[in-house]
């Protein structure tokens, strides 16, 4: 699809024929040899007693001698799934059984869809927590703000395991590693940079965390949503304070940037070195005469799917020397598949109790020296594709590594070790796919 064209409908029509052919994407099977009556004696009753007495002493073993080690929930209940909005538990679940697909596949990650109906916060953490038995983490998918912001920071103090909510913590980390990328090609360093956040929704409020994490300055940094500028002294601040206090919060810490309370979105583009934005899909949400204001070598990530805020051509036309998208058919695509199959990969394997943000940091600085060390950076090429699965065991090892750094995992490994156990999971994923598909087992459509 070349860029100003709209949305073609054949990928929908294809998808659709697919799923029907298939229905669904993903299935369980037997890891263990089953050649006879006698192994169902090893594997259910009555050998299988020994093990859950085991277990019923020690629940940490449960990590070493079931399917719980690699074994995680991407739970949902359908409130914003993809760009079409609160379609509701079932409608999301082909979206999380695609998400489990990619986990197996990128990640060598076993991952359960759960989709639900527990939509209020109290409800929805209580269910996490009765599942937690089941699985070695969590990964939220596709729930409405702001909710999703209380729901991952209470389960995250609630559990034992790592809880992630790919839309915030996946994204913001793509977009991290990015634009450390993006900084290196222009010259330019992150503590000095002026950044706009342009979209205060689930990935760049996790963003804003995660440049904090990392030492920028807020008053280097202004947000804008769709109000505005989140200032101190914007109208409806105090109630703001209450209906997102997420928002309130870097409204209060950035001070809007410096600007006054009343100063235009254009405003906020004078300067600016970085503009990372997660907003509404455009064309036209982004101005070519607001990225015109920007400082020379100018940063911008237009990341709105299923069309940028700005098409890359009129951002370069612009002034912009680097543009990125959420899309595959341009060059530099932010895209969390390069993140979360390998997070999990990684904390999984040191049994982690939790994801902190320096965690996602330790991943996004991997996933930047990844592109870095092999093929180069440039204009074009901040970050790597999906298709380049080295980068997964890399960053898996990176996150592991800082886990135990942090004293939040169960296990210890080196780096070293880490990497070569992630390489040893991953490929035999992809050699069994690839095995199954030769011999017909997974049957091709006509």
């Known amino acids: 699809m070349s860029e100003g064209e709209p949305a073609s409908d054949q990928w929908y029509t294809i998808s659709v024929n697919m799923h029907r052919f298939y229905s669904g994407k993903i299935e369980v099977l037997p890891k263990v040899p089953v050649r006879g009556m006698k192994d169902f004696a090893v594997w259910y009753s009555p050998g299988v007693a020994a093990v859950s007495k085991l277990i019923s002493k020690d629940p940490d073993l449960s990590f070493e001698l079931t399917s719980r080690w690699n074994t995680i929930a991407v739970v949902s209940d359908g409130t914003r799934v993809l760009g079409l909005g609160k379609v509701g538990p079932e409608a999301a679940y082909p979206v999380m059984e695609g998400k489990a697909l990619l986990f197996k596949y990128l990640g060598g990650v076993d991952a359960v869809p759960i989709v639900h109906r527990a939509s209020d916060v109290a409800k929805f953490v209580e269910l996490l927590q009765l599942i937690e038995p089941s699985f070695g983490g969590i990964n939220l998918e596709d729930i409405e703000k702001p909710k999703c912001f209380t729901i991952l920071d209470e389960a995250r103090s609630k559990l034992s395991i790592p809880v992630w909510h790919d839309d915030q913590q996946g994204t913001a980390t793509v977009e991290l590693a990015g634009l450390t990328n993006a900084l290196k090609v222009v010259g330019k360093r992150l503590q000095d940079v002026r ?78 070195d970085v503009v990372v934005a997660a907003s509404a899909p455009g064309p036209g949400t982004i101005r070519p005469e607001w990225v015109s204001r920007m400082n020379k070598d100018a940063i911008v990530f237009a990341l709105a799917n299923p069309v940028p805020e700005i098409w890359p051509s009129e951002a370069k036309k612009a002034g912009a020397r680097i543009v990125a998208t959420g899309r595959s058919d341009f060059p530099n695509q932010v895209n969390n598949s390069l993140v979360f199959p390998a997070v999990f990969r ?60 942090e004293g939040v995992a169960r296990r210890t490994t080196p780096y070293r070790e880490e990497l070569e156990r992630a390489r040893e999971i991953i490929g035999t994923v992809r050699q069994k796919i690839d095995a199954l598909i030769d011999r017909g087992l997974i049957s091709m459509p006509m």
């Open 195 to 272: 950044i706009v956040i342009f979209g205060a929704g689930a990935a760049n409020t996790a963003f804003y965390r995660l440049l904090k994490a990392v030492g920028v300055k807020t008053s280097h940094i202004v947000v804008v949503d769709k109000y505005g500028i989140l200032h101190p002294e914007m109208k409806d601040i105090d109630k703001l304070m209450f209906t997102d206090p997420y928002q309130y919060r870097m409204a209060i810490e950035t001070g809007g940037g410096g600007l006054p309370s009343d100063a235009p979105v254009s405003k906020a583009f004078e300067g600016a």
């Open 346 to 405: 990684g904390v999984l394997d040191v049994r982690a109790k939790t994801i902190t943000d320096t965690m996602a940091v330790a991943a996004a600085y991997e996933l930047a020296r990844f592109a870095e060390e092999n093929g180069g950076i440039s204009e074009s090429r901040i970050l790597p594709t999906m298709e380049e699965w080295e980068v997964y065991p890399r960053v898996a090892a990176a996150i592991a590594v800082k886990a135990v750094e």
